[in-house]
């Protein structure tokens, strides 16, 4: 039964690659569509366990790990981020990190949800942290000094959480890869979303060292803690 479960489902997939309008070749060759292309035709079948190829791995402890460890590492990024944007005066755009931390702790919601959420609201304040920041050399006044204080603490913890995420990530994503049909058998919408992590945790990578070149320029407290942590992240 669970042959006849993956045939009906590479033949969806097979359809809506072929027969949907929204989606260009160049569009299936871009990064962002990796996952697509992976469902594509040829040599889709040695990958399915059962029609042709070796049984897949149970991805299930895997699955569990990485959740956990971004969950925990996200929720402290975002904590920071939040400090970070109001120290720069960004009062609408830290209410969307708090408000993407809210709906990251919320267990209605899919963990494939949450964590794309996550990812996005990360993103989009890392972007505006990292235009804020002139480069490192912004100069913060005492008040703004304070909450970039405190922005410090949760985002070394958010280092130290990606430093186990990194490798968990890397090898999911390889899993993934190799067994396209399989992922998104047992991990359903996680199966696209874990794939952007590398590149969330190179974004965020980026964006904490712009922190600490400000917040060594401004004479920030807990600068010298930070700085400590985040040279593990290298």
Same mark, same amino acid.
């Given at each position: 039964m669970?042959?006849i479960?993956?045939l009906n489902?590479?033949?969806l997939?097979?359809?809506l690659?072929f027969?949907?309008p929204?989606?260009?070749?160049a569009?299936?060759?871009?990064?962002e569509?990796t996952?697509?292309?992976?469902?594509?035709?040829g040599?889709? *079948?040695?990958?399915?366990?059962? *029609?042709g190829?070796? /049984?897949?791995?149970? *991805?299930?402890?895997q699955?569990?790990e990485?959740?956990?460890?971004?969950?925990?590492?996200?929720?402290?990024?975002m904590?920071?981020?939040?400090?970070?944007?109001?120290?720069?005066?960004?009062?609408?755009?830290?209410?969307?990190v708090?408000?993407?931390?809210?709906?990251?702790?919320?267990?209605?919601?899919?963990?494939?949800?949450? *964590?794309?959420?996550?990812?996005?609201?990360?993103? /989009?304040?890392?972007?505006?942290?990292?235009?804020?920041?002139?480069?490192?050399?912004?100069e913060?006044?005492?008040?703004?000094?304070?909450?970039?204080?405190?922005s410090?603490?949760?985002?070394?913890?958010?280092?130290?959480?990606t430093i186990?995420?990194?490798?968990?990530?890397?090898?999911?994503?390889a899993t993934?890869?190799?067994?396209?049909?399989?992922?998104l058998?047992?991990?359903?919408?996680?199966?696209?979303?874990?794939?952007?992590i590398?590149?969330y945790?190179?974004?965020?990578?980026?964006?904490?060292?712009?922190?600490?070149?400000? !917040?060594?320029?401004n004479n920030?407290?807990?600068?010298?803690?930070?700085e !400590?942590?985040?040279?593990?992240?290298d």
């Open positions: 669970k042959s479960n993956k489902i590479f033949f997939f097979s359809t690659i027969f949907n929204h989606i260009s070749y569009d299936q060759n871009s990064n569509d996952m697509d292309n992976l469902y594509a035709i040599g889709l *079948m040695d990958k399915v366990p059962g *029609m190829g070796g /049984d897949a791995p149970d *991805m299930g402890g699955k569990t990485l959740v956990k460890l971004f969950s925990e590492s996200s929720e402290y990024y904590t920071a981020q939040a400090y970070l944007l109001k120290s720069l005066k960004k009062d609408e755009e830290a209410q969307k708090l408000a993407g931390i809210e709906f990251a702790k919320n267990s209605k919601n899919s963990d494939a949800d949450r *964590m794309a959420n996550s990812i996005k609201v990360s993103d /989009d304040a890392s972007k505006v942290i990292e235009s804020s920041m002139k480069g490192g050399s912004i913060l006044t005492a008040e703004s000094k304070v909450l970039y204080a405190q410090l603490p949760p985002a070394g913890k958010g280092v130290i959480s186990k995420l990194g490798p968990v990530a890397q090898n999911m994503v993934i890869q190799a067994n396209p049909m399989s992922a058998d047992q991990l359903g919408g996680l199966a696209k979303v874990i794939p952007k590398p590149g945790i190179s974004t965020l990578t980026n964006t904490m060292k712009l922190v600490l070149t400000a !917040a060594k320029a920030v407290d807990g600068t010298k803690d930070f !400590a942590v985040l040279s593990d992240l």
